[in-house]
């Protein structure tokens, strides 16, 4: 048999030589010398030093800071500091400035008070007419027609009164005649008693004929008025504002409803209605002074006079209404301007201002706190005025020679000692010239 030959394989390389070897390079070296205990003690204390050194830098400052706030602090707890000033009065003077707008004097609307048609037209707008002038003549034939046809009437009614006389005089006769037969029989009492009623219907006849003549006599003289409608003529003198109808125009009777026939105004006098905040409202007098300035006439005041006030308040506004005069004679100023009026204020007993910090508000009401003579607080009850912007004006509680604390804080209460500031000045002076409206009456 023959011999069978097994094949031998190739002994091929490890594959993990090579990273054996590899492995040999990344070892951890296991010779190097070793850290002494010593070494860590020591970077550990430097490193416990820096930290020590970096809290001193910033903690002792901070530390000195709060012992100074705390004994700051405690200072002001003892004694605050404040700052006072004194109440100064108000100027005795002053000028009050209000917004009105200019009225005329008299104005109305002048209705057709006939039926007819616009004949003619004497005058138009802006035409000054006189009191009596003619300005335009209605035609109404309706209107003549029926004072003719009542004339006629009155002259019928006349005639029948002479008729009633005579019915009634031959009444009476013959009442004497059978007065004087019945004494001797002639006639019956009841034929007398007859009589006696005809003189009693001729009488009541009489008044009714007089009694027509007297109607008919009032529709004449009511369609004579009528008639003098179909003129219209000018109730006061001024100038024609407005026209409402032309030439041929038909127009109805009305009383103030429709179109007017003309607008008439009367402006050689103007008058400016202003409303006076309550707290001036006393120190205004009928008769005084006035000035009115209009932006078209810069730098130009129009003297004028208070002729007459409400002499009650509006409750709404609480402000009080006054008429002021201005003359226009020459014609330079319009019914409708606006302006603004200048009044001067003068009192006798001005108020106190003090700063609006000064006062405090609680449930008690307007408070302010001042500074007695041995340097406590007391905190004083007042009514206060006019509100100036940054100063009020205090009508009562005060009698100004107080020590007024400009700016109250929360800690103080009264008992409360305090420091005056030496820096504290006193209270600026008020000012002379006020401009308000109806808003700054409350």
């Known amino acids: 048999m023959p011999t069978t030959i097994e094949p031998q394989h190739e002994q091929k390389p490890a594959a993990h030589q090579p990273q054996q070897h590899a492995s040999d390079h990344d070892a951890i070296p296991t010779d190097l010398p ?35 706030a705390e004994a700051i602090a405690k200072e002001q707890d003892d004694k605050p500091i404040v700052e006072i000033v004194q109440p100064k009065r108000a100027n005795t ?34 035409d000054r007419v006189k009191t ?49 037969a019945v004494k001797t029989g002639a006639v019956t009492t009841q034929d007398v008693d007859e009589k006696r009623t005809a003189v009693d219907q001729a009488t009541s006849a009489l008044n009714s004929a007089r009694a027509a003549v007297a109607a008919s006599e009032a529709s004449v003289q009511r369609l004579v008025e009528t008639q003098g409608f179909q003129k ?50 006393t120190a205004m007098t009928n008769g005084q002074e006035a000035t009115l300035e209009v932006r078209n006439f810069p730098g130009r005041l129009f003297k004028g006079k208070v002729v007459r006030s409400s002499g009650a308040l509006d409750p709404a506004t609480r402000t009080l ?4 005069d201005f003359p ?26 003090l700063p609006t910090s000064a006062l405090v508000f609680d449930t008690d009401g307007t408070k302010v706190a001042t500074v007695a003579e041995n340097n406590k607080v007391k905190f004083q009850k007042i009514q206060v005025g006019r509100d100036l912007g940054t100063e009020l004006e205090v009508t009562d509680g005060l009698s100004g020679k107080e020590q007024v ?3 109250p804080g929360e800690r103080l209460a009264d008992g409360v000692e305090v420091q005056i500031a030496p820096s504290a000045e006193p209270a600026p002076s008020p000012a002379g010239k006020t401009q308000t409206a109806a808003a700054a009456a409350k």
């Open 405 to 407: 604390v400009s700016n």
């Open 232 to 281: 219209v003529v000018a109730p006061f003198g001024g100038v024609i504002t407005s026209r409402g109808y032309d030439v041929g125009a038909l127009l109805a009777a009305s009383n103030n409803t429709g179109r007017p026939l003309f607008g008439l105004a009367e402006t050689d006098v103007l008058k400016v209605f202003v409303s006076v905040p309550q707290t001036y409202a």
């Open 328 to 353: 226009n004679q020459d014609d330079v100023l319009f019914a409708g301007m606006y302006g603004q009026v200048h009044l001067q204020i003068q009192s006798p007993t001005p108020p106190l201002i």
């Open 93 to 126: 003077g002053g000028e009050l400035i209000l917004p009105g707008d200019a009225r005329a004097f008299q104005e109305t609307a002048l209705y057709p008070r006939a039926t007819g048609y616009l004949k003619q037209l004497l005058v138009d707008i802006g």
């Open 321 to 324: 209404k006054m008429e002021v």
């Open 132 to 180: 009596g002038q003619l300005l335009a003549v209605i035609e109404a034939p309706e209107i003549d027609a029926q004072l003719n046809e009542s004339r006629a009437a009155l002259e019928q009614a006349k005639a029948n009164v002479p008729k009633a006389q005579a019915d009634l005089a031959f009444a009476r006769t013959t009442l004497d005649r059978y007065e004087s």
């Open 34 to 68: 070793k850290v002494g205990t010593r070494g860590i003690a020591i970077v550990a204390f430097v490193f416990v030093l820096l930290l020590a050194a970096l809290f001193a830098v910033g903690y002792i400052p901070h530390l000195n800071r709060m012992h100074e």
